[in-house]
């Protein structure tokens, strides 16, 4: 009798590294943030946001060690390298644009702007998977990341948890609203298409450490 194969998931996870499981622990984190700026917009409750931010410098703390680890245990490999970028869309592109959006930045034009966020976190991070190897020059290491990283976001999180902290939010948010045509922007969202903006451009290179 021909043992049965066991189901081949649990050999996925049998082949994940240490490196693996620290990188889906910054996913965790930033579907938990997404979630909390979730409950914040059905409660209206700021101590949601609050926690909604509190969890995306943990995913970076997640996404610095997931690297360090794989370094120091010299275990590379395409699947983490991908891993490493969708966890990265959830934690620093979604999350910040959902934290926004519970924040009170749910205008017509807002929406626009942080789904242009997004779709530009998309493209730096599918930018970054073809051009490693060229930028790597044969080394194990990328020398410099063309565009700011998408991990720049935290600082638009930071912005929303000052924001939410001093209860400016909603209605209250710094800079107010505006209506143009038929739709509503708040001003404080073009911080997202800047940051955004600069994560594709290709003039701008910052050595990675």
């Given at each position: 009798?021909?043992?049965?194969r066991?189901?081949?998931?649990?050999s996925?996870i049998?082949?994940?590294?240490?490196?693996?499981?620290?990188?889906?622990?910054?996913?965790?984190?930033?579907?938990?943030?997404?979630?909390?700026a979730?409950?914040?917009v059905?409660?209206r409750?700021?101590?949601?946001?609050?926690t909604?931010t509190?969890?995306?410098?943990?995913?970076?703390?997640?996404?610095?060690?997931?690297?360090?680890v794989?370094?120091?245990?010299?275990r590379?490999?395409?699947?983490?390298?991908?891993?490493?970028?969708?966890a990265?869309?959830?934690?620093?592109?979604?999350?910040?644009?959902?934290?926004?959006?519970?924040?009170?930045?749910?205008?017509?034009?807002d929406?626009?702007v942080?789904?242009?966020?997004?779709?530009?976190?998309?493209?730096?991070?599918?930018?970054?998977?073809?051009t490693a190897?060229?930028?790597?020059?044969g080394t194990?290491?990328?020398?410099?990341?063309?565009?700011?990283?998408?991990?720049?976001?935290?600082?638009?999180v930071?912005?929303?948890?000052?924001?939410?902290?001093r209860?400016?939010?909603g209605?209250?948010?710094?800079?107010?609203?505006?209506h143009?045509?038929?739709?509503?922007?708040?001003?404080?969202?073009?911080?997202?298409?800047?940051?955004?903006?600069?994560?594709?451009?290709?003039?701008?290179?910052?050595?990675?450490?």
């Amino acid at each position: 009798m021909i043992p049965a194969r066991p189901p081949r998931h649990f050999s996925m996870i049998r082949g994940f590294h240490l490196a693996d499981f620290l990188t889906l622990g910054n996913a965790a984190c930033g579907v938990l943030a997404v979630f909390a700026a979730m409950a914040s917009v059905e409660a209206r409750d700021p101590r949601h946001l609050l926690t909604a931010t509190a969890l995306i410098p943990v995913a970076f703390a997640l996404d610095v060690l997931d690297g360090r680890v794989a370094r120091w245990r010299a275990r590379h490999s395409a699947m983490g390298r991908e891993l490493d970028s969708l966890a990265d869309v959830i934690s620093f592109g979604v999350a910040p644009a959902a934290i926004a959006y519970g924040a009170g930045m749910k205008g017509g034009w807002d929406v626009v702007v942080l789904v242009y966020f997004v779709a530009c976190g998309v493209s730096r991070l599918a930018r970054f998977n073809i051009t490693a190897e060229t930028l790597s020059a044969g080394t194990d290491k990328v020398k410099y990341f063309e565009g700011t990283p998408i991990p720049s976001s935290l600082a638009l999180v930071a912005v929303v948890a000052v924001s939410a902290w001093r209860g400016r939010v909603g209605d209250a948010l710094p800079l107010g609203a505006i209506h143009l045509g038929p739709a509503v922007l708040h001003p404080l969202t073009l911080l997202w298409a800047v940051s955004g903006s600069l994560m594709i451009s290709k003039t701008i290179r910052i050595p990675k450490i």
